[in-house]
C-alpha cells in the first residue's frame, strides 16, 4: 500500500515527526517498508525554495526561428515576468492565446538549480545554466515530472491547477512524503487511506489542538435529480454467498474528459494510471475508502436489453457456467470456470465480478449515461479466479482480503458525487441496491482480568475503553466486562475466547509493545516430556548430514503432471485420486504430492550443473488417499538424490569417479547402522522409476518389513529433468515411519576387548540367484558372539567358475570376551560356518 503524506493529511492530523510515524506504525503492526521524499529533506534532489517555484502561464506564442518551440511568457514572483523557450507539447494549443485570465500554472526552476536532466536514462543530475536557445536567451525553465524527480514523465511540462500565488515555493504545492506499506493479509482494512488514517489516529492520539484525534471522512452526501435509478435498472443476486450486496447507482449526461490535475497527480503517486475522469474516480474511490467499483456505459447496456426484448437492463450476478466466455478490458478473450463470479444482463456476461469488465460495456470517450456498480463479492471465489485468469489488480487484491459488504454503499456514494462535480453529471434518485441477508454485528468481550493474565500488566478499563473507541469500537462496560461492538470495516475480529484474544491484541498494539515491561512467568514451567517421533527425525537427519548430505525443503504442492515425469516410458500411471487445492497460490501447485522423489530430482539436476558432487536428502510427508475418509494419510518419507563426483577433488586428490549405486547404499547403510537395525536387505527388483537390473527393494526383519526402493534412475526419465548426459542419478525413497518403529528402544554396549583378534578369510563358490546378504547373514549367525566382524571384500565371476556361480570372499574377525583364541579355535569356528553354508545354500570353499 501506497501512502503519499499530503493525501493522507485530508483525514487525519499528522503530529508526529515522519520517522517516528513510521516507527510507531511498524510496531503496531503497518510495516512502513520504506519512506520516499520528493522534493523535501531527505530526498535525493531537494527543491531549493528559492529556485523551485509555481510559475503562471500569462502568454504562448511561437518561436520566431524553430517550429518546435514556443515562447511562454510567466509570470513567478518576480518584478517582471519571463520569457522562457520550451519545447513542451502541451503548451502548443494555447499559442496565441491570451491567458492573463486563465489558471494556467507549472513548476518553474529559476537558473543555477540542480535538476534531473530529462533527456537521459533514469535520474541524472544535472545543472541548468542560462543560454541562448535558437537566438533567444533562456535563463530558466518550465519542468515536466521527470525533471522534478517525481516520475519518468517527459512527454510535456506539469500543468497545476492551484490557487497558489506566483512565486510560491514548489516544496509547499507537490513537496510529497510517501509511505510504502508492507501490509500482510489480516490488515485488509488498511488497503486504503482511510483505513490507514484510522490506525494513525489511534496511534498518534491527540490532534495539534490537544484533542483527541479523530478521522475526517469525505461527505457522502449526493446531491441527486432526475428519474429514479429503479425505473432504469433492475438488480438480482442468484446466490447471498458469492455476492452479498450489489448497488447500481445511475449517472447521467457526463461529460468523458481528462480528470482534475490533483487526481491525475494523486493516482500517479500510488502508482495507478490515469484514463479519464470516470475511471478515475472509480480508481480514487477505491484508494480512498478501500470499495472497488466499476463503470459501465448504461446505454450500451441498454441496447443489449433491447435485444433481448427487455426495456431496461437487468444486471445479475451468478456463478458462471463452464465453457461461458467474454472479452474482457485487457482485450482477452476467457472462458470462465464453475467458480468464476460473473456480472450479466439479458444478453450475457459483461464482467467478472471483482475483478474485470467486459468491452462490449465499457466507458469511452462517447459515453453520456454512466452505470456505477459498487458491490461485494465471496472473497475465496477473487482469489481462484485472479489466479486462474491471471489477472491480480487493486480490486482483486482488495476484496480477496475481505470487503465488508456495508462499504458498497458509501463507495458509490461517494463516486456518483464526485462524477456529478467533476464529469457534470446528474444523479439518478435512488441508489438500487440489493442488499438480501445484512450480518449481524460482531460483538467481543474482554476483562480486565484477561488483558492482565495476557499481557502481564495491569491497564486501566478507561484507557482500555478509550484505546478500543480510538479504534471505533462501540463499547459498554457491563458486570466488569468490556463489550465491544466490532465496526463493520474490521473483519478480522471474532467473538466468544477469539475474539477476546483480538482484542487483546488490538488493545497492546495501540498500548505499545515497548511499554510491556519484561517479566517471568509466575506458573510453573511444564514438564518437558521427550517427543520420540521428533527426536527420532532429528537423528535421522544427524545421521545423513554425517555421511555428507544436505537437507532440501521443496513445497508439498504439485500437479499430477509433474509426478508423472519420475516415471519411464510405458509404465503404468499413478491413478491414486489427488488432493487437490481448492485455492492454489498457482497453477503447478494444484494439488498435494504423493511423493518426494519429483522435487528432490529436480533440485539434484539443477545443481549437478553447478556442482561436482550433489548429495541432498528431504523429510516430508506425502498425501495419499484414504478410504473412506475426506483426509489423505500423511506418512513421512525419506527421500535421498545422488549425482556427480565421487569425491570433490582438492589439493590431496580425490575420486573424480561418477558415484553409482554402491555410493547410494553405503549412505543408506550409514543410516541403518546408526540407529543399530538388524536384518536389512537389500533385494533386486524392477520400478518404473529405477533402471532394469539398477534397483534393490529395501527391507527390513529379513524382508518382512518394505521400507522403499533405492536405485539408478532411468536414464529416460533423467533427461526429463534436463541431466547432463554421462552422469548417474541415483535416488532412494523410504517409509520413514516403518523405519523408525525398528528402531530397537537400546542397545547393548561392549567393554572394550581385553583379547587379540584372530583373523580369517574364506571365499565361497555358490549359485548367483544367492544374496549375498542371505550368505552373511547365516556367517553372523554362525559365527556367534565369538564373530566380531564380518566384511565382504571380494567377488568373482569368470572362466574359473561353472556358469551360473560366483565367488563371494569375507574376512572374518574372531575374539572371545574371556580368552585369547587360539589358531585351533578360530579354525575350528571357521570350518563351522563353512559346513552350514554347505549344508543350508549348497556353498563350497574355492580352494576345493
Request: negative net charge.
Amino acid at each position: 500500500m501506497i501512502v503519499p503524506l499530503s493525501w493522507l493529511q485530508d483525514y487525519v492530523d499528522i503530529t508526529l515527526p515522519v520517522p517516528e510515524l513510521a516507527e510507531r506504525m511498524t510496531l503496531a503492526g503497518l510495516e512502513v517498508e520504506t519512506i520516499q521524499y520528493i522534493g523535501v529533506s531527505g530526498a535525493d534532489l531537494v527543491w531549493d525554495r528559492d529556485k523551485f517555484v509555481v510559475a503562471r502561464i500569462l502568454a504562448v506564442g511561437q518561436h520566431p526561428d524553430a517550429d518546435r518551440l514556443v515562447l511562454a511568457r510567466v509570470e513567478y514572483g518576480a518584478p517582471e515576468p519571463a520569457t522562457l523557450v520550451t519545447g513542451a507539447t502541451n503548451l502548443f494549443p494555447y499559442l496565441g492565446q491570451d491567458l492573463s485570465g486563465q489558471n494556467l500554472k507549472s513548476p518553474m526552476v529559476l537558473e543555477g538549480a540542480a535538476i534531473y536532466d530529462g533527456h537521459k536514462e533514469g535520474f541524472v543530475k544535472t545543472r541548468l545554466k542560462g543560454r541562448k536557445v535558437r537566438g533567444i536567451m533562456n535563463r530558466h525553465m518550465l519542468c515536466s515530472e521527470k525533471e522534478l524527480g517525481i516520475s519518468q514523465e517527459h512527454e510535456g511540462i506539469m500543468l497545476l491547477e492551484t490557487a497558489a500565488v506566483p512565486g510560491t515555493p514548489l516544496q509547499d504545492i507537490l513537496g510529497e512524503v510517501i509511505l510504502h506499506l508492507d501490509l500482510t493479509p489480516n490488515l485488509a482494512r488498511c488497503h486504503s487511506m482511510i483505513g490507514v488514517a484510522r490506525e494513525v489516529a489511534a496511534l498518534t492520539g491527540t490532534s495539534p489542538q490537544g484533542t483527541p484525534q479523530t478521522v475526517r471522512y469525505p461527505s457522502l452526501n449526493v446531491v441527486m435529480g432526475g428519474p429514479p435509478a429503479a425505473e432504469a435498472v433492475r438488480v438480482e443476486i442468484e446466490d447471498s454467498a458469492l455476492s452479498p450486496r450489489f448497488t447500481a447507482t445511475l449517472i447521467r449526461d457526463v461529460r468523458i474528459g481528462l480528470s482534475p490535475e490533483w487526481m491525475q497527480r494523486r493516482l500517479k503517486l500510488v502508482g495507478v494510471r490515469p484514463i479519464n475522469n470516470i475511471v478515475d474516480i472509480t480508481n480514487y474511490v477505491m484508494m480512498e475508502l478501500g470499495q472497488p467499483l466499476h463503470a459501465f456505459d448504461y446505454d450500451l447496456l441498454l441496447q443489449r436489453a433491447r435485444t433481448t426484448s427487455v426495456s431496461v437492463p437487468t444486471i445479475k450476478v451468478r456463478q458462471a457456467s463452464i465453457g461461458e466466455g467474454m472479452t474482457t478490458l485487457d482485450g482477452t478473450s476467457r472462458t470462465f470456470n464453475e467458480y468464476d463470479i460473473l456480472i450479466t444482463d439479458t444478453a450475457g456476461p459483461v464482467g467478472i465480478g471483482g475483478v474485470m469488465g467486459g468491452t462490449e460495456t465499457e466507458v469511452h470517450v462517447g459515453t453520456r449515461n454512466v452505470l456505477l456498480e459498487a458491490a461485494n463479492f465471496n472473497l475465496i471465489n477473487i482469489r481462484r479466479t485472479a489466479q486462474a485468469h491471471k489477472l491480480p489488480s487493486e480490486a482483486s487484491a482488495r476484496f480477496g482480503r475481505g470487503i465488508h459488504p456495508a462499504e458498497a454503499i458509501r463507495g458509490a456514494r461517494r463516486a456518483a458525487e464526485l462524477m456529478r462535480t467533476l464529469a457534470g453529471g446528474t444523479v439518478g434518485q435512488g441508489i438500487v441496491d440489493n442488499y438480501p441477508d445484512p450480518p449481524e454485528p460482531v460483538v467481543a468481550t474482554v476483562t480486565p482480568a484477561q488483558i492482565k493474565r495476557w499481557l502481564g500488566i495491569h491497564i486501566d478499563q478507561k484507557e482500555v475503553v478509550a484505546i478500543l473507541e480510538a479504534l471505533q469500537f462501540q463499547c459498554q462496560i457491563k458486570g466488569g466486562a468490556i463489550h465491544a461492538t466490532v465496526p463493520d470495516h474490521r473483519l478480522d475480529i471474532s467473538t466468544g475466547l477469539t475474539g477476546t484474544a483480538d482484542l487483546i491484541e488490538e488493545i497492546s498494539r495501540i498500548y505499545g509493545y515497548g511499554k510491556i515491561p519484561e517479566t517471568e512467568m509466575s506458573d510453573p514451567l511444564p514438564p518437558l516430556r521427550a517427543n520420540r517421533p521428533q527426536e527420532q527425525e532429528e537423528r535421522t537427519r544427524d545421521l545423513l548430514v554425517a555421511a555428507g548430505l544436505q537437507e532440501i525443503i521443496s513445497y508439498r504442492f504439485t500437479t499430477p503432471e509433474a509426478e508423472a515425469r519420475i516415471l519411464s516410458p510405458g509404465s503404468q500411471p499413478d491413478e491414486r485420486p489427488y488432493t487437490t487445492i481448492a485455492n492454489p497460490i498457482s497453477q503447478d501447485k494444484s494439488v498435494m504430492r504423493h511423493t518426494l522423489l519429483e522435487s528432490l530430482l529436480v533440485a539434484v539436476a539443477a545443481n549437478v550443473r553447478h556442482h561436482g558432487h550433489v548429495a541432498l536428502f528431504e523429510i516430508g510427508s506425502v498425501y495419499l488417499p484414504a478410504e473412506g475418509r475426506r483426509l489423505p494419510d500423511e506418512p513421512t518419507r525419506l527421500c535421498v538424490g545422488m549425482a556427480g563426483q565421487r569425491e570433490t577433488v582438492g589439493w590431496m586428490g580425490g575420486d573424480e569417479g561418477s558415484m553409482d549405486f554402491y555410493d547410494l547404499k553405503g549412505v543408506l547403510e550409514a543410516l541403518t547402522d546408526g540407529w543399530r537395525l538388524e536384518g536389512v536387505r537389500y533385494e533386486p527388483t524392477t520400478d518404473p522409476v529405477f533402471c532394469p537390473g539398477r534397483a534393490a527393494r529395501v527391507s527390513l526383519h529379513n524382508g518382512r518389513t518394505h521400507l522403499g526402493t533405492a536405485g539408478q534412475v532411468h536414464p529416460l526419465v533423467a533427461k526429463r529433468f534436463d541431466m547432463p548426459d554421462g552422469i548417474p542419478l541415483l535416488a532412494a525413497e523410504l517409509d520413514l515411519d516403518a523405519l523408525m518403529a525398528a528402531i530397537p528402544a537400546g542397545f547393548e554396549v561392549q567393554p572394550i576387548p581385553q583379547f587379540p583378534v584372530v583373523y580369517r578369510d574364506v571365499a565361497l563358490v555358490l549359485d548367483e540367484a544367492i544374496p549375498a546378504a542371505d550368505v552373511q547373514q547365516l556367517i553372523v549367525q554362525t559365527g556367534g558372539r565369538w564373530l566380531a566382524q564380518v566384511r565382504l571384500f571380494d567377488v568373482y565371476r569368470g572362466t574359473q567358475l561353472p556358469a551360473g556361480k560366483r565367488s563371494l570372499a569375507y574376512a572374518l574377525a574372531f575374539q572371545s570376551p574371556d580368552k585369547t583364541l587360539t589358531d585351533r579355535d578360530a579354525n575350528k569356528l571357521r570350518d563351522k560356518i563353512v559346513r552350514r553354508l554347505e549344508r543350508e545354500i549348497g556353498a563350497r570353499l574355492r580352494s576345493q
